[in-house]
Antibody
Framework: EVELEESGGGLVQPGRSLRLSCATS????????MHWVRQAPGKGLEWVSG????????AYADSVKGRFTISRDNTKNSLYLQMNSLRADDTALYYC?????????????WGRGTLVTVSS | EIVLTQSPATLSLSPGERATLSCRAS??????LAWYQQKPGQAPRLLIY???NRATGIPARFSGSRSGTDFTLTISSLEPEDFAVYYC??????????FGQGTRLEIK
C-alpha cells in the first residue's frame, strides 16, 4: 500500500522559514516524480512545486519561485520543501503528491497534508 | 497561464441521475487534462487522466471526454458516495500546471 506522510507544518510568523518533509513507502520512490500541492482553507488546489525522479528537473509555481526549494532523498524515500520568507497567503494545507509515472504531471497518490499557518 | 473554467459551480442532482461536469481551457491543452474528486476532510483522488483514461480502481460510471478545449466528466448514474467537489487539472503547459476552481456536486 502506498503511503505518503507529511510533517513539519505549524504556525509561523511572516518572513520566517519552515521545512516540510514527506516520508513515503509502498512504492519505488526513486522511479517517480514528486510534487507539493497546496490548498488554502476553503479554497481550491494549487500546484506548488515538482521534482523529477533524479532531481534533474525542478519547477515551481510563480507564486513561490525564489522562496521555496524542493528536494528529495531517494536513499530515505523522502521529499522535502524548504519554505523561506513565508507570507500570509502561503497559509494552506500542503499535500505531498506522487506523480502517476516518471514524469506525467498527474497526481495519483496524495498524503493527508500538513497545515501551514502564517500569521503574526 | 492557462486558465481552466469549470461549470457549473454547483450541481444539484439525485442518486441515480446522470452528472455532466464541464471544464474549458483558455487555450489548447491537447488531451493533457485530468479530473480529481475531493470529499470533505480528504485528499483529492485521481479519476481521469489524458482526458479519457480512467485511473486505477475508478468505477466505469466515471468517464471523460474532450472536444477541442472543452472537457467533460460524466458520471453515468450517481451513487451516494459520488457527491463531492471535482477539479480539473492541465499539465500541457508544464511547469505551469493549473487547476480549475472546482464544481461542487451536491445531493438534491
Amino acid at each position: 500500500e502506498v503511503e505518503l506522510e507529511e510533517s513539519g507544518g505549524g504556525l509561523v510568523q511572516p518572513g520566517r522559514s519552515l521545512r516540510l518533509s514527506c516520508a513515503t513507502s509502498g512504492f519505488s520512490f526513486e522511479d517517480y516524480a514528486m510534487h507539493w500541492v497546496r490548498q488554502a482553507p476553503g479554497k481550491g488546489l494549487e500546484w506548488v512545486s515538482g521534482i523529477s525522479w533524479n532531481s534533474a528537473t525542478i519547477a515551481y509555481a510563480d507564486s513561490v519561485k525564489g522562496r521555496f526549494t524542493i528536494s528529495r532523498d531517494n536513499t530515505k524515500n523522502s521529499l522535502y520543501l524548504q519554505m523561506n520568507s513565508l507570507r500570509a497567503d502561503d497559509t494552506a494545507l500542503y499535500y505531498c503528491v506522487k506523480d502517476l509515472s516518471i514524469t506525467r504531471y498527474y497526481f495519483d497518490q496524495w498524503g493527508r497534508g500538513t497545515l501551514v499557518t502564517v500569521s503574526s | 497561464e492557462i486558465v481552466l473554467t469549470q461549470s457549473p459551480a454547483t450541481l444539484s442532482l439525485s442518486p441515480g441521475e446522470r452528472a455532466t461536469l464541464s471544464c474549458r481551457a483558455s487555450q489548447s491543452v491537447g488531451s493533457y487534462l485530468a479530473w480529481y474528486q475531493q470529499k470533505p476532510g480528504q485528499a483529492p483522488r485521481l479519476l481521469i487522466y489524458d482526458a479519457s483514461n480512467r485511473a486505477t480502481g475508478i468505477p466505469a460510471r466515471f468517464s471523460g471526454s474532450r472536444s477541442g478545449t472543452d472537457f467533460t466528466l460524466t458520471i453515468s448514474s450517481l451513487e451516494p458516495e459520488d457527491f463531492a467537489v471535482y477539479y480539473c487539472q492541465q499539465r500541457s503547459s508544464w511547469p505551469r500546471i493549473t487547476f480549475g476552481q472546482g464544481t461542487r456536486l451536491e445531493i438534491k
